[in-house]
């Protein structure tokens, strides 16, 4: 049935919303980036101390939408997105005066804690209006932005350091998390159409829930292709700012512009995701995504033990890994919720946990390896390149 006017602009609302929900959550992680190393002399750390500030966020965004997919089906969608950008608005407040690393740790926890209702929320509201490959379509190009967000994140963070100081990153967030909060405040539609009658918040039965989805060989199969495969992402984020700033003596200003490159790879890929899901499906673009990310992986370690080291052994294999990544992602993410349609919210949240736990138990293990050399950042990624091609095999291709 071909589309009307007024619904494809619905459609294109729901997704600048979706979109603006993104960028809140995912831009959050990288940004301050480049100013890592002058927040570590900021307050005399190490590099390891200020890492910390990058994997609480990715953990206390993994914890949380444990919380939000749950409380949307239970009282509404709007409202748990409302709930996560209010505290998300306060963690950025907080981080702006923060007078010690360990509240600006605690103020990066909020954050997380708050922004990651967005993405968790907003792929149950997909599913509430649309079918599994509509929604992966749909979700394909609000991946543009997922991908974008992160790697544009970095270069604006880079000029607020350079002109302003480590601070100003924090406040430009808070003008950022406003934004969004009012925009969603005033247009995006409650979905939820069979909000859960009762008094309260029935916590055992989202938890008994939670063991039945861990039980489905396809939704942990979705789940941790795509978990693997944002693990590449956020390893290279976490450590590209002390190998390209810190080993090659790039400007933080200029690191932006180098981050920035695989975002036109992610664009390329999130366009062709949304073009070909149509003939060819969930399963075979994650196939070939997985496979992009897994060669990518090992040609980052090839070229680093031949060559030395420089600025493109980096930029260009994990261009590579955000290919794959915009093309495999959309379809395990809405594949994985698609398999309990009745329970989008808490399925989404268990997805979203999934993704963003294993993330950050990777970006601490990078921090803790950290040597003064590439290497740890290199070998995790190639590491979790395998994975994400592994569990494609184990659990999804076997699920018969």
């Known amino acids: 049935m071909t589309e009307s006017k007024e ?81 998300y608005v306060i963690g950025s407040i907080l981080a702006t005066f923060s007078s010690s690393i360990e509240v600006l740790i605690f103020a990066r926890g909020l954050q997380g804690l708050g922004g990651c209702s967005g993405p968790v929320v907003g792929r149950a509201i997909l599913r509430d209006l649309f079918n599994r490959e509509r929604s992966a379509i749909i979700l394909s190009y609000v991946s ?12 604006i963070g880079g000029y607020l350091q350079v002109s302003y100081n480590w601070q100003s990153i924090f406040l430009f967030l808070i003008v950022i998390g406003l934004i969004v909060l009012i925009s969603n405040l005033l247009y995006l539609k409650e979905s939820n159409a069979s909000k859960a009658e009762g008094n309260g918040f029935d916590l055992t039965n989202y938890l008994n829930n939670y063991f039945i989805f861990m039980k489905s060989r396809i939704f942990i199969g979705y789940s941790l292709t795509a978990s693997f495969a944002m693990s590449m992402v956020f ?20 690191y932006g512009w180098y981050i920035l490159l695989p975002t036109f790879t992610n664009f390329i890929g999130a366009y062709f995701a949304a073009r070909l899901l149509p003939t060819y499906g969930v399963d075979k673009l994650i196939f070939f995504g997985s496979l992009v990310v897994m060669i ?14 420089s600025v493109w052994i980096i930029i260009l294999p994990m261009c ?36 963003m736990f294993i993330a950050s138990g990777m970006v601490l293990f990078v921090g803790f390896l950290f040597n003064g050399t590439q290497w740890p950042l290199i070998l995790l990624i190639l590491f979790n390149g395998f994975m994400t091609f592994l569990s494609l095999i184990l659990f999804i291709f076997r699920k018969n």
Not at 9 to 24: C, H, N, T, Y
Not at 302 to 309: A, H, N, R, V, Y
Request: aromatic share 12%.
């Open 235 to 254: 390893v290279y984020s976490s450590g590209a700012p002390f190998i390209l700033i810190s080993l090659l003596g790039i400007a933080p200003d200029v």
């Open 296 to 309: 990518c992986g090992g040609l980052m370690s090839i070229l680093s033990l031949f060559l030395q080291l």
């Open 144 to 155: 543009m932005v997922m991908g974008a967000a992160p790697a544009f994140a970095p270069l």
């Open 7 to 87: 619904d494809k602009k619905k459609v294109a609302l729901l997704v600048i919303l979706l979109s603006g929900l993104m960028v809140v959550a995912y831009s959050s992680i990288g940004i301050y980036t480049p100013a890592m190393p002058a927040i570590a002399d900021y307050f005399d750390i190490t590099s390891t101390e200020v890492q910390l500030t990058f994997s609480i966020y990715i953990l206390a965004f993994a914890f949380g939408q444990l919380i939000y997919g749950p409380l949307s089906d239970r009282y509404g969608r709007r409202p748990a997105i409302f709930l996560g950008l209010f505290i």
């Open 320 to 355: 590579g890994v955000m290919f794959g990544l915009s093309i495999l992602y959309p379809s395990s993410a809405q594949g994985a919720v698609s398999v309990f349609p009745n329970k989008a919210g808490a399925a989404s949240s268990l997805n979203g946990f999934l993704h």
